[in-house]
């Protein structure tokens, strides 16, 4: 497409286009969107350098003008973006992209990918962390397990990012540790145990290897008959060193059944302050009812289900043109479908989010130039069964789109990522706990302004398919 | 783990690890096994550099002895694997590794990510190139077109290769195309004709940039009203300079219900070259009821369905301590649990595929020691189901697992991506279609060796919890 526009001489048109997407992933009532550091790197070093553009000569589809416009490629557009960690809803654009068609358009699939990604895992993150906060008392902190079943490397490291985010407190994956300076947590494997003439011969290994995060895998034999026996024994030989056993881990079985004993012989043992990490195939729904059963988990280790987004493996963002620069006037473009739900919003626009008393009553996707006078009573109207009404006071509002390059020039302060995770918790904070219900939650407000829903209406009437 | 064995100065101890997986992804009878080359990749590549030492150093956690191993990395193992493109089934050894523990074991994580995603998505390929193959006549390509979903930038160019060795006959990712030599295919998207006056500027436009591969996307507006007149129209004004149209894109609506009128049109045109692709949300399912309804499409752009393995988006793959060196003798070794089906197979073992006249019998798990003499019959007995027996005759055997790494030289020549293609095509090839089915598909037989047999029995029943 690069190259069309480029020999149709359209390449430095300007256009816009947005990113959103239409379904919530999971059931879930919003998504937190994730990415936007990832885009600033693209963006950052998106060029071409000789190797590619040998492989692309060499598919001897492209003239040498056009490569050579690709050997001097670089971005010069706007983005605006919601910041990472804002909790959105379907169709509000997550990044308005603006610039000449040939660059915007080239951004088109990468960007579509770090957004999805991230934003998926790091939404599929918050529902599990939520699940392990409805225990009663001390809620137990959520680690990030999933690296051997993430679907490649940049799926694991990028995946520990999103679920830190989510509000994961830890990964065993040291590359993103390194990377994004997450906590990194772990235990042994089962492989450890094995590889020590017992049990017991390993687990004081262990100790002796972490004293101040031992954390003791008890489920290679036998929970009850070896694991835990063994784990208290290591644990009074800390005791007399002066030092305490962390943890213990249960990777199999029933987790409910099995934490409650393990808890009760612990307790016995005056061993109060050990907690109990389980793991084994967890979500959100295992979680919760474990919890429900009262099981004595005090931290939950997430692997598959989490690092895959595993009953919802794909946020479905798309890229869509929204305004072309004609007779040099930007102007709204639409995109028409069968299916009224993928008829897009046409025009540069903005997300509006209005708060009365802290609590968020709806937000407002308009066009750029809209102005309100918070001043006034604001009438807002269901987009797609306008009858529907509701007339907010008193309230404040909050632009979501951020500025984060002009011209080419970033100029966003990129947030560190426990940043980004308070702004999340802030975010959520808004919400009540129906539109955050993990499953039939309660739908948010999301509507169109009226200037924007005449804009898209007269342009849906306008259009005429004999005429295209 | 790493840093408990060197402490305990056991890292020199020589161990042998497996990779398998327990559960076939998908309701699918197989696994085409994929990802050796990224381990290759791996292994070259591994070693520790003064940034990573320095993030591990400043963990807090390891000595500078350790921190000094680390520098000195270099895998000095044996690696034996199933070449990729291999069918194989639960619990068949697909990666054997045998080495120093400290080395062993640090592979674990990454390795399974590459074979379990790359395998993953090769098994999802071939089920929806197989769908396309139920098409009566002419077998409509299948192309990879999901980088925009894919979890991050490695699953969708790594996920088009295993695409490819799935089946695919092209990608729309240019990366991939780049990196393995995949054939890069791709259309407009609906930007580029919603960027022009009207859809058949947009046409004329794209036919005038790529000449002998125009295929233009008919559903912007109205397929019937309005994309497939102007698609005749310059399908028209090609034939005028001698040129052909090569195909139409149909990506909304129903596909087959709108396929066959496509076709009937172009056929009344005289356009009967003209093919019809579609996409649209696909996968295999999909693809065999647009089939059986006839409809009249010639190759299939498959995005979020395959890129993802969107209904199992992780194949569970282990990796697993099967034998470990005690007093200088390489010791089997086992790991029991609760759960029957998760107890290991112990030993250094290998994997025989029997085949009696072209046709697989069954496969055969054994130590790496035993022999079979193959001009004697040959009884295999079900590992559960003991009474459950068969006696094979005139069989061939060829051994599954081929030496990639020895003593940490790479002793293996990677194949290219289009011989990986055609060994899983003679590979299927001895199989039934019972097996190959891609639901409730017979059970393909995966027997122990009598020898393999009574050492797990042994091992299972000399273990006992209180002496663990």
Redesign the interface.
């Known amino acids: 497409?690069m190259?069309?526009?480029f020999?149709?001489n359209?390449h430095h048109?300007r256009?816009v286009?947005d990113v959103f997407y239409r379904n919530n992933p999971s059931g879930n009532g919003y998504v937190v969107a994730a990415g936007l550091e990832q885009v600033v790197w693209y963006l950052h070093h998106l060029s071409f350098g000789e190797?590619?553009l040998t492989?692309?000569r060499g598919?001897g589809?492209f003239s040498e003008e056009f490569l050579d416009m690709l050997r001097d490629f670089r971005f010069s557009g706007d983005v605006y973006a919601v910041p990472e960690g804002t909790i959105v809803f379907p169709n509000e654009p997550l990044v308005r992209v603006e610039g000449p068609?040939c660059e915007v358009?080239l951004l088109?699939?990468?960007m579509?990918?770090?957004i999805?990604?991230?934003s998926?895992i790091a939404t599929k993150a918050q529902r599990i962390v939520d699940a392990a906060a409805t225990a009663p008392g001390k809620v137990g902190p959520v680690i990030e397990m999933g690296?051997?079943?993430?679907?490649?490397?940049?799926?694991?490291v990028?995946?520990a990012r999103a679920a830190f985010i989510g509000g994961c407190q830890g990964t065993s994956?040291?590359q993103a540790?390194?990377c994004f300076d997450i906590p990194?947590m772990g235990t042994?494997?089962?492989?450890?145990i094995?590889?020590f003439p017992?049990?017991?011969d390993a687990f004081r290994?262990?100790a002796?290897?972490?004293p101040d995060?031992t954390v003791l895998l008890i489920d290679?034999?036998?929970v009850l008959?070896?694991g835990i026996q063994?784990a208290i024994t290591v644990a009074k030989e800390m005791e007399a060193q002066g030092r305490k056993l962390l943890g213990v881990r249960i990777d199999?079985?029933d987790l409910a059944y099995l934490s409650k004993h393990v808890r009760r012989v612990l307790d016995d043992a005056g061993l109060t302050y050990v907690g109990i990490v389980a793991s084994s195939d967890l979500d959100e729904w295992t979680i919760r009812d474990l919890i429900i059963q009262g099981a004595a988990i005090t931290s939950w280790g997430v692997g598959?289900k989490l690092i895959?987004?595993?009953d919802t493996?794909?946020?479905?963002?798309?890229?869509?043109?929204v305004a072309?620069e004609r007779d040099g006037q930007m102007t709204p473009?639409?995109?028409?479908?069968?299916?009224a739900n993928?008829v897009t919003n046409p025009g540069k626009k903005k997300v509006l989010r209005f708060t009365v008393n802290g609590h968020a009553s709806a937000d407002l996707i308009a066009l750029d130039h809209e102005t309100f006078d918070i001043s006034k009573p604001l009438e807002l109207f269901d987009p797609v069964h306008t009858y529907k009404r509701k007339v907010i006071r008193n309230y404040e509002v909050e632009e979501l789109l951020v500025p984060v390059y002009l011209e080419g020039k970033l100029v966003y302060e990129l947030p560190n990522l426990k940043d980004i995770r308070r702004h999340v918790e802030s975010g959520l904070a808004l919400f009540s706990k129906e539109i955050l219900r993990p499953i039939q939650p309660h739908i948010y407000h999301v509507d169109l302004s009226k200037a924007l829903w005449e804009l898209k209406q007269r342009l849906l009437h306008e259009?005429r398919?004999?005429?295209?």
């Not at 690296?147 to 694991?156: E, F, G, H, P």
């Not at 042994?188 to 450890?192: A, D, E, I, K, Y």
């Not at 398919?465 to 295209?468: I, S, V």
């Open positions: 497409m190259y069309g526009y020999r149709a359209r048109q256009v286009f190797e590619e492989y692309l598919l589809l068609i358009q088109e699939s990468a579509l990918a770090f999805n990604h991230q998926l690296l051997r079943r993430a679907q490649n490397i940049d799926a694991s990028f995946g994956n040291v540790g390194q990194v042994m494997g089962h492989s450890w094995q590889s017992s049990e017991l290994a262990y002796d290897t972490f995060a290679t034999y036998d008959k070896s063994n199999s079985g598959t895959t987004s595993y493996p794909a946020l479905g963002g798309v890229y869509k043109l072309q473009s639409i995109k028409v479908s069968e299916n993928k259009w398919p004999d005429e295209a």
